[in-house]
C-alpha cells in the first residue's frame, strides 16, 4: 500500500514580497498544488494522503481556499484524507461531514488500512507534554504516526522530542512544520521525516519541494517526490574583480544553467569584492534575462578596499582612508562603505 | 639615499649612455632633444615602474626607443649604507617588463614590487608631487585656486575636483536623504517612512478586515448549518413522504393481487366439477367435430337430385331387362358390320383412272411382245467383234503393252540362246560379244516384224462382222415402231428404249387395272346393299325393344351412354346404403363419448359455447395467474426494494414546499453571506498584496537610514581626514614655508605667508594681499617652497633627492640667481638633478 505524506501547504499564505510581480500567479499554484496533489494520487491509484499539520495559512482561512481545499477532497472520493491541524490552522474546522475526510484531535486517534495503522494527535497545551506517554501501537501494524512541530531536545508546545517517541514501534512518523524534505533514523524499527511544503513562495523557501511516498511493502525507504510547479532557486554568484555589467552578466549565465530551468524562480546573490569604480544596479543586471521566469538579483558584493594600497599616500585620499580605518567604532562593513563612497565622491563619480 | 650611477642600454631618445651621479647639484645644461626630461623619467620608472596609461599621457610609449635595442638599464645608488642596483627591463607589455634588484652584487626582493614605496616612503603618486617635480606640476595661472594647487597631493590627479566639490556631492546626497531644514521635499527616508505608515495604515485596517471576518465565516458557517439542518429534514420529510408512497404503493399491490384472486375464484366455481383439461376440451371438440364430419360422410352417402331424376329415367329402360356383357358384344360387332356395309358402297374409280379409260378404250397392246423385241433389241446392243483387240493370232501392235511384251519374251529368248551359245563355246571367248549382240537384236525385231504382217487382216475381217450386226439391229427396231404406232411413238437407235418402252407400257397397264376395278365396283355395290338391309332391321328390331326408337347410328350410342349411366347410378346407390349403415354405427359411438362429457360438465345445450366459454375461462385464469405471479413478485422486490418492514408511526404526509421554500430562503441567504465574504476577502487580499510590501518597504527604508548613516559618516570621516591632513603639515609646512620664502623674499618683493588654511598671503605694509598680486614666475616659487615645505615634513632627516626638470623656465635672470642660492642651499643636504635646455637657467 503507498501512502503519500505532504504537509504545510500553507493555502493563503502570502508570498514574499520581493516576488510581487509574481505575487498572484504563485498564491494560485499554492492553491492548486493541492488540487495537483490529489489528482497525481488518483492518477497512481494511492488511497491515502496524509497531511500532517498546517493545510491553511491561518485559523481563518478564506473561504475561497477552504473550499478549494474540501472541494478537492469530495472530487476524490476514492482517496482518504487525514488531515492534522497544524500550528498555522489549530482552529480549523468544516462543518460538512465528508467521508474520506478523516481529522484527529488533542487525543490519539488511528485509522487502519490493512495491516497499516495510522495514528495521530493535535499538539496543544493541554497535551504537548502528555501525548509521548499515551501512545500505545500495536507491534505487529505497521505504524504510522503524524505529528506537526519541530523537533527538539526539549518538551513544549509545537515542539517533537524524538527521544520520547523511540521504541513506541513506530515504522514512520509522518512530520510537518519545516519547510523542506528531510529523513532521519528514529530508532531501529522507524524512521521520520518531514515532507516539506509543496510550493515555495519566498527565497527562504528555495529548493525542491515535494512530498514523500510511503510504501508499506518497503516501509525502510521513503522517496521524496519533486512536485513544485515552480523551484525557487537561489545561487551566489561570485564577481569579485568584474568591473562591468556585460561581464557580470556573462559570470551569471556561465554560472548558473537557466537553460534547464527557466521556469523557476531566481536569487541571484553576487558575492565578493568588486572593485570601487565598478557601478552597477540591480535592476539593470535582472532586465538581462528576459527569458527566466522571475529572477531577483541581490548584490551581496563588498567594495574592494585594500588600505595597505593606501599607506603611504599622503594625498587627501590616503589620509581618508586611513583616517577611517583607524575608527575602532566603526564595522568593518560600514568601513567599506564609508571609503568606497568618500573615495566615488573624491573621484566626483556618483554617489547615489 | 644617493644616487650614484645610471647606465641606459636603450630608453626614449638615449641609448647606450652612462650618467655618474655626484652629491648636491647635479645640473645638466643640454639643448632640447638631450634626453634630460628622458632620464628624469629613467630614474623615476627604475623605481617604481613607467607610469600607467592615462588620456592624455602614455609614459610606456615615450620609453620604448625607436631602435631594436632593449629598452631598459640600470641604476645604482646608496641607501641605508648599502649599495643597491635596480635593473630594469621594458617591453610592449607591462606584465613582460623586468625588475631585478642587487645588493652588493647579489639580488635582493627586499624593496617588493615597487622599490620606490619603500626607499622613499611615497608611493609614485606622492613622488610626483613631492620628489619629482617640473614646471608644469608647479605652474599657475592666477585664475586657478593656489591653495587647490597647494594641495595638490591631498588630491588625485583630476586637478579640478577637490574635497569641496566631493563634500558638496555627499551634503547633496545626504539632503536628498533627509533635508536639514524643511524644505519642500521631504526627503526619501521620510518619504519611505510615510510610505510604511500609510502601509501600516492599511495593515491596521487589514486586520480589522480581518478581525471582522470572523463574524462573518461564522454566519456563514451557521448559515451552512442550517442549510445542512434543512437538507436533512428535506432529506427526512422526503423519506417520510416517499416511505408512506410505498406503503401506499404496497397496498395497491396487495388489492390488485386480492381482486385477481377473485375474479380467478369466481370463474372457477362456475364448474362445480372443475374446468375442463385442456387435453378434454380437445378431446371433446374432436368428437364433435368426428360427429359432424360422419354426419356429413353420411349425407353425402345419397344420390344427387339430378342423379335420382337419372336413376329413375334410365330404370324405364333397363329395370325389368338388363343386356349382359355377351349381348353387347355381339350388338357392338352387328352394329360394326352394319357400318361396314354401309360405308362400302361409296367405292368408285378416281378421276386419273376415268381419263385413261377414256384415253385407251379403242387401243391394244401386247406388252410381253414388246418387251421381248425390246429385249431382244437391247440383246444386239453389243460388239460383234470383240476380238479385234486380243484375236487368235496372238500378236497386234495397237498395244504398247504388249510390244513391250514381245520384246522381253525375244530378250529372254536371246539370252538364253546366249547361255546356250557360252556353255558351247566357252573357249570361244573373243566371239561372244558379236554373238550376245546380234542376239539381243534379232530377239527385239522378231515381234515387230510378226505385228505389221498381222494387221492388215485383221481389219478387213472386222468390217464385215459389224455391218452384218448392224442390220439385224435395225430390223428389230423396226418391228418396236410398229407395235409403238397406235400409241403415235415412234423410236430410234439414239433413243433410251428402256425408258421410253417403259413410260408406254406402265400407262397401259394402269389403263388394263383402272378398267378392271371399274368392273367390280359395280358387283360388290349390289350385294351389300341388301345385306345392309338386312341388318338394320334386325339392329332396330333389338333396340325398340329397350324403348329406344330411331336411326340406328343415333340410338346405339345413346343406349350405351344411358346404359353405363344407369349401371354407374345403380352401383353407386348400393355402395352408399352399405356405407351409411357403417356411419350410423360410428355416430352412435361418438354419441355416447359426448353424452359423458356433458353428463360429467353439466353442459348446456351450446357444445361449442360451452368449449369457447371454458377456454376462455382458463386462458382468463391462466393470464389472471400469471399477473397474480408477477405483481406478488414485484411486491415481494418491492418489499425488499423498500425495505418495508414496518409502517411509519405517522401516516401524515409532511409539506416538502415548505421546507424547500425555507431551504432556498436559506439558500439565498447563504449566497449572500458568501459574495459578502468573497468581496471581503477580495478587498483583503488586495490589501494583503499592499500590505505583503511591508518588510520590503521597511528594508528600503532601513537601507535609506544607513546610507544616510554612511554618506553622514563619510563627509565627517572625509572632513576629518582633510582637518587631519592640514593639521599634520599645517604648522611644520608653513614654518618651513614661510623660512623658504623668506630666503625668496627679494624675489617676490614681499613677504608672503601662509595661513592655516594653506592659502598663500602677501603682506604688504601690514595688510594681507591676495597672492595674485604675484607674478607667474613668482607663484611658481611659492608652490616650489610649499613642495619644499612639504618635503621636509615627510623627510625631517634623510632628505630624498630632488629631480628638478627645468623648474625655473619662467624665472629672470634676477629671481634665477635667488633661486640658484635657495639650490644650492638646498643641495647642502640633498642630492638635486637640475636639468635646463638653456644656458641662462643653468645653475653651475
Given at each position: 500500500m503507498k501512502i503519500i505524506h505532504a504537509a504545510d501547504l500553507h493555502l493563503g499564505s502570502k508570498i514574499e514580497a520581493k516576488l510581487k510581480r509574481i505575487s498572484e500567479e504563485r498564491k494560485m499554484d499554492v492553491r492548486n498544488s493541492f488540487m495537483r496533489l490529489a489528482d497525481y494520487a488518483e492518477k497512481q491509484d494511492i488511497r491515502i494522503i496524509l497531511l500532517s499539520g498546517d493545510v491553511f495559512d491561518s485559523d481563518r482561512p478564506f473561504k475561497k481556499d477552504k473550499d478549494t481545499f474540501y472541494s478537492v477532497i469530495k472530487q476524490h472520493p476514492n482517496i482518504d484524507f487525514l488531515y492534522l491541524r497544524g500550528n498555522h490552522d489549530t482552529e480549523e474546522s468544516y462543518v460538512e461531514d465528508i467521508p474520506n475526510l478523516k481529522t484527529f484531535s488533542n487525543t490519539w486517534e488511528t485509522y487502519t488500512y490493512d495491516n497499516v495503522a495510522i495514528s495521530g494527535i493535535e499538539i496543544s497545551k493541554e497535551n504537548y507534554s502528555s501525548f509521548y506517554g499515551t501512545l500505545n501501537l500495536d507491534p505487529n501494524m505497521i505504524n504510522i504516526v503524524m505529528l506537526h512541530g519541530q523537533i527538539s531536545d526539549s518538551i513544549g508546545l509545537d515542539k517533537i522530542k524524538l527521544s520520547k517517541l523511540r521504541d513506541k514501534n513506530i515504522d514512520y512518523l509522518a512530520l510537518g512544520h519545516i519547510h523542506s524534505c528531510s529523513f532521519g533514523e528514529l530508532d531501529n524499527r522507524g524512521r521520520y521525516a518531514y515532507s516539506g511544503c509543496l510550493e515555495g513562495r519566498g527565497f527562504d523557501e528555495s529548493g525542491p519541494k515535494g512530498f514523500i511516498i510511503f510504501d508499506s511493502e518497503n516501509k525502510d525507504k521513503q522517496t521524496f517526490v519533486p512536485f513544485a510547479k515552480r523551484i525557487i532557486r537561489e545561487e551566489d554568484v561570485d564577481i569579485s574583480s568584474l568591473t562591468s555589467i556585460p561581464e557580470i552578466v556573462k559570470k551569471i549565465k556561465d554560472t548558473v544553467h537557466f537553460h534547464d530551468h527557466h521556469e523557476d524562480i531566481y536569487r541571484i546573490n553576487l558575492i565578493g569584492d568588486v572593485p570601487a569604480e565598478t557601478e552597477f544596479s540591480e535592476k539593470d543586471i535582472e532586465s538581462n534575462f528576459p527569458d527566466v521566469y522571475f529572477i531577483n538579483v541581490k548584490n551581496l558584493t563588498k567594495p574592494l578596499i585594500d588600505p595597505e594600497k593606501y599607506k603611504n599616500d599622503l594625498s587627501l585620499k590616503g589620509e581618508f582612508v586611513r583616517t577611517v580605518y583607524s575608527k575602532e567604532d566603526l564595522t568593518d562593513d560600514e568601513k567599506r562603505k564609508i571609503v568606497s563612497l568618500g573615495l566615488k565622491a573624491l573621484e566626483g563619480r556618483e554617489v547615489k | 639615499m644617493k644616487l650614484l650611477k645610471a647606465y641606459i642600454n636603450a630608453y626614449g631618445n638615449i641609448e647606450e649612455k652612462e650618467f655618474d651621479f655626484s652629491s648636491g647639484l647635479n645640473s645638466i645644461c643640454e639643448d632640447n632633444g638631450y634626453g634630460k626630461s628622458t632620464l628624469a623619467s629613467f630614474i623615476r620608472a627604475s623605481f617604481y615602474g613607467l607610469e600607467k596609461k592615462t588620456k592624455n599621457y602614455f609614459e610606456r610609449d615615450r620609453a620604448l626607443p625607436y631602435s631594436k635595442k632593449p629598452c631598459g638599464g640600470y641604476l645604482i645608488f646608496e641607501f641605508n649604507g648599502k649599495e643597491y642596483k635596480i635593473q630594469r627591463s621594458f617591453s610592449k607589455k607591462a606584465q613582460e617588463d623586468?625588475?631585478?634588484?642587487?645588493?652588493?652584487?647579489?639580488?635582493?626582493?627586499?624593496?617588493?614590487?615597487?622599490?620606490?614605496?619603500?626607499?622613499?616612503?611615497?608611493?609614485?603618486?606622492?613622488?610626483n608631487k613631492t620628489v619629482f617635480i617640473n614646471p608644469i606640476d608647479l605652474s599657475l595661472s592666477t585664475n586657478e585656486s593656489l591653495n587647490a594647487k597647494m594641495g595638490h597631493f591631498v588630491e588625485d590627479s583630476k586637478d579640478s575636483f577637490d574635497f569641496e566639490e566631493a563634500k558638496e556631492k555627499l551634503d547633496k546626497r545626504k539632503r536628498e536623504l533627509k533635508p536639514i531644514k524643511s524644505q519642500d521635499s521631504k526627503?526619501?527616508?521620510?518619504?519611505?517612512?510615510?510610505?510604511?505608515?500609510?502601509?501600516?495604515?492599511?495593515?491596521?485596517?487589514?486586520?480589522?478586515?480581518?478581525?471582522?471576518?470572523?463574524?462573518?465565516?461564522?454566519?456563514?458557517?451557521?448559515?451552512?448549518?442550517?442549510?445542512?439542518?434543512?437538507?436533512?429534514?428535506?432529506?427526512?420529510?422526503?423519506?417520510?413522504?416517499?416511505?408512506?408512497?410505498?406503503?401506499?404503493?404496497?397496498?395497491?399491490?396487495?388489492?390488485?393481487?386480492?381482486?385477481?384472486?377473485?375474479?380467478?375464484?369466481?370463474?372457477?366455481?362456475?364448474?362445480?366439477?372443475?374446468?375442463?383439461?385442456?387435453?378434454?376440451?380437445?378431446?371433446?371438440?374432436?368428437?364433435?367435430?368426428?360427429?359432424?364430419?360422419?354426419?356429413?360422410?353420411?349425407?353425402?352417402?345419397?344420390?344427387?337430385?339430378?342423379?335420382?331424376?337419372?336413376?329413375?329415367?334410365?330404370?324405364?329402360?333397363?329395370?325389368?331387362?338388363?343386356?349382359?356383357?355377351?349381348?353387347?358384344?355381339?350388338?357392338?360387332?352387328?352394329?360394326?358390320?352394319?357400318?361396314?356395309?354401309?360405308?362400302?358402297?361409296?367405292?368408285?374409280?378416281?378421276?386419273?383412272?376415268?381419263?385413261?379409260?377414256?384415253?385407251?378404250?379403242?387401243?391394244?397392246?401386247?406388252?410381253?411382245?414388246?418387251?421381248?423385241?425390246?429385249?431382244?433389241?437391247?440383246?444386239?446392243?453389243?460388239?460383234?467383234?470383240?476380238?479385234?483387240?486380243?484375236?487368235?493370232?496372238?500378236?497386234?501392235?495397237?498395244?504398247?503393252?504388249?510390244?513391250?511384251?514381245?520384246?522381253?519374251?525375244?530378250?529372254?529368248?536371246?539370252?538364253?540362246?546366249?547361255?546356250?551359245?557360252?556353255?558351247?563355246?566357252?573357249?570361244?571367248?573373243?566371239?561372244?560379244?558379236?554373238?550376245?549382240?546380234?542376239?539381243?537384236?534379232?530377239?527385239?525385231?522378231?515381234?515387230?516384224?510378226?505385228?505389221?504382217?498381222?494387221?492388215?487382216?485383221?481389219?478387213?475381217?472386222?468390217?464385215?462382222?459389224?455391218?452384218?450386226?448392224?442390220?439385224?439391229?435395225?430390223?428389230?427396231?423396226?418391228?418396236?415402231?410398229?407395235?409403238?404406232?397406235?400409241?403415235?411413238?415412234?423410236?430410234?437407235?439414239?433413243?433410251?428404249?428402256?425408258?421410253?418402252?417403259?413410260?408406254?407400257?406402265?400407262?397401259?397397264?394402269?389403263?388394263?387395272?383402272?378398267?378392271?376395278?371399274?368392273?367390280?365396283?359395280?358387283?360388290?355395290?349390289?350385294?351389300?346393299?341388301?345385306?345392309?338391309?338386312?341388318?338394320?332391321?334386325?339392329?332396330?328390331?333389338?333396340?325398340?325393344?329397350?324403348?329406344?326408337?330411331?336411326?340406328?347410328?343415333?340410338?346405339?350410342?345413346?343406349?350405351?351412354?344411358?346404359?353405363?349411366?344407369?349401371?354407374?347410378?345403380?352401383?353407386?346407390?348400393?355402395?352408399?346404403?352399405?356405407?351409411?349403415?357403417?356411419?350410423?354405427?360410428?355416430?352412435?359411438?361418438?354419441?355416447?363419448?359426448?353424452?359423458?362429457?356433458?353428463?360429467?360438465?353439466?353442459?348446456?345445450?351450446?357444445?361449442?359455447?360451452?368449449?369457447?366459454?371454458?377456454?376462455?375461462?382458463?386462458?382468463?385464469?391462466?393470464?389472471?395467474?400469471?399477473?397474480?405471479?408477477?405483481?406478488?413478485?414485484?411486491?415481494?422486490?418491492?418489499?425488499?426494494?423498500?425495505?418495508?418492514?414496518?409502517?411509519?408511526?405517522?401516516?401524515?404526509?409532511?409539506?416538502?414546499?415548505?421546507?424547500?421554500?425555507?431551504?432556498?430562503?436559506?439558500?439565498?441567504?447563504?449566497?449572500?453571506?458568501?459574495?459578502d465574504i468573497d468581496d471581503s476577502e477580495r478587498e483583503i487580499s488586495s490589501l494583503e498584496s499592499e500590505v505583503e510590501q511591508l518588510p520590503l518597504?521597511?528594508?528600503?527604508?532601513?537601507?535609506?537610514?544607513?546610507?544616510?548613516?554612511?554618506?553622514?559618516?563619510?563627509?565627517?570621516?572625509?572632513?576629518?581626514?582633510?582637518?587631519?591632513?592640514?593639521?599634520?603639515?599645517?604648522?611644520?609646512?608653513?614654518d618651513k614655508f614661510d623660512y623658504y620664502s623668506s630666503i625668496l623674499s627679494e624675489t617676490f618683493g614681499k613677504k608672503v605667508v601662509m595661513d592655516a588654511d594653506f592659502n598663500i598671503k602677501i603682506i604688504e605694509e601690514g595688510i594681507e594681499r591676495d597672492y595674485h598680486h604675484l607674478s607667474s614666475g613668482q607663484l611658481t616659487l611659492c608652490v616650489f617652497c610649499y613642495r619644499l615645505a612639504i618635503m621636509d615634513n615627510i623627510f625631517p632627516k634623510d632628505k630624498p633627492l630632488l629631480i628638478l626638470d627645468d623648474l625655473f623656465v619662467n624665472l629672470d635672470e634676477k629671481h634665477l640667481s635667488l633661486a640658484k642660492n635657495l639650490i644650492d642651499l638646498l643641495a647642502k643636504d640633498r642630492q638635486i638633478f637640475y636639468y635646463t635646455c638653456h644656458k641662462s637657467r643653468d645653475l653651475e
Open positions: - | 623586468e625588475l631585478h634588484v642587487f645588493v652588493n652584487g647579489i639580488e635582493t626582493n627586499e624593496f617588493g614590487p615597487v622599490p620606490g614605496e619603500t626607499i622613499f616612503g611615497l608611493d609614485l603618486d606622492s613622488f526627503g526619501l527616508i521620510a518619504e519611505k517612512k510615510i510610505e510604511i505608515d500609510d502601509l501600516d495604515n492599511k495593515n491596521k485596517n487589514l486586520k480589522s478586515l480581518r478581525l471582522a471576518m470572523g463574524e462573518k465565516y461564522e454566519k456563514e458557517e451557521k448559515l451552512n448549518i442550517f442549510i445542512q439542518e434543512m437538507n436533512k429534514k428535506l432529506t427526512d420529510a422526503s423519506n417520510h413522504n416517499a416511505e408512506l408512497e410505498a406503503w401506499d404503493r404496497y397496498d395497491e399491490y396487495n388489492n390488485t393481487i386480492q381482486h385477481a384472486k377473485n375474479e380467478i375464484d369466481g370463474i372457477r366455481n362456475k364448474y362445480p366439477n372443475g374446468i375442463p383439461s385442456k387435453e378434454e376440451l380437445a378431446n371433446f371438440e374432436l368428437l364433435l367435430n368426428q360427429k359432424d364430419k360422419k354426419i356429413f360422410e353420411r349425407n353425402a352417402t345419397n344420390l344427387s337430385k339430378h342423379e335420382e331424376e337419372e336413376y329413375s329415367s334410365l330404370s324405364s329402360h333397363f329395370e325389368d331387362k338388363t343386356p349382359n356383357e355377351e349381348d353387347l358384344t355381339k350388338l357392338k360387332e352387328t352394329y360394326n358390320k352394319y357400318l361396314s356395309l354401309k360405308n362400302q358402297g361409296e367405292i368408285s374409280l378416281d378421276d386419273s383412272e376415268k381419263k385413261l379409260i377414256e384415253e385407251y378404250s379403242d387401243k391394244t397392246l401386247d406388252t410381253e411382245e414388246l418387251k421381248k423385241r425390246i429385249k431382244d433389241y437391247q440383246d444386239l446392243d453389243y460388239d460383234p467383234d470383240p476380238g479385234f483387240v486380243g484375236s487368235d493370232y496372238g500378236y497386234y501392235y495397237s498395244s504398247p503393252t504388249r510390244i513391250i511384251l514381245y520384246s522381253l519374251l525375244g530378250l529372254v529368248l536371246g539370252i538364253l540362246l546366249i547361255i546356250v551359245i557360252v556353255l558351247t563355246v566357252k573357249f570361244a571367248i573373243e566371239y561372244v560379244y558379236w554373238i550376245v549382240g546380234a542376239a539381243v537384236v534379232f530377239a527385239c525385231a522378231l515381234p515387230a516384224f510378226v505385228a505389221w504382217r498381222g494387221r492388215k487382216k485383221e481389219k478387213e475381217r472386222h468390217a464385215s462382222i459389224v455391218m452384218e450386226h448392224d442390220k439385224k439391229k435395225f430390223a428389230t427396231l423396226e418391228e418396236i415402231n410398229n407395235m409403238l404406232a397406235p400409241f403415235g411413238k415412234t423410236l430410234s437407235q439414239a433413243d433410251n428404249l428402256d425408258l421410253e418402252s417403259f413410260q408406254i407400257i406402265n400407262k397401259y397397264e394402269t389403263y388394263c387395272k383402272a378398267k378392271d376395278k371399274e368392273a367390280k365396283i359395280l358387283n360388290d355395290k349390289k350385294a351389300s346393299i341388301d345385306s345392309l338391309n338386312n341388318i338394320k332391321n334386325s339392329l332396330g328390331s333389338y333396340f325398340s325393344s329397350f324403348a329406344y326408337i330411331g336411326e340406328i347410328e343415333d340410338i346405339y350410342y345413346t343406349f350405351f351412354s344411358d346404359l353405363e349411366k344407369y349401371s354407374s347410378l345403380l352401383k353407386k346407390k348400393l355402395e352408399n346404403d352399405n356405407k351409411r349403415k357403417s356411419i350410423d354405427q360410428e355416430i352412435e359411438n361418438i354419441d355416447r363419448s359426448i353424452s359423458s362429457f356433458r353428463a360429467k360438465y353439466n353442459v348446456g345445450i351450446d357444445n361449442k359455447a360451452f368449449i369457447q366459454e371454458c377456454r376462455d375461462d382458463r386462458k382468463t385464469i391462466d393470464v389472471k395467474e400469471k399477473d397474480l405471479g408477477s405483481t406478488e413478485e414485484k411486491l415481494k422486490n418491492y418489499i425488499s426494494e423498500k425495505k418495508l418492514v414496518t409502517r411509519p408511526a405517522s401516516n401524515e404526509k409532511v409539506n416538502v414546499l415548505e421546507l424547500t421554500e425555507e431551504l432556498s430562503k436559506l439558500n439565498k441567504d447563504y449566497q449572500t453571506a458568501a459574495k518597504l521597511n528594508e528600503e527604508w532601513k537601507e535609506l537610514k544607513d546610507e544616510h548613516s554612511i554618506v553622514s559618516k563619510t563627509i565627517t570621516y572625509l572632513s576629518e581626514a582633510e582637518t587631519n591632513l592640514k593639521n599634520r603639515y599645517i604648522k611644520p609646512v608653513k
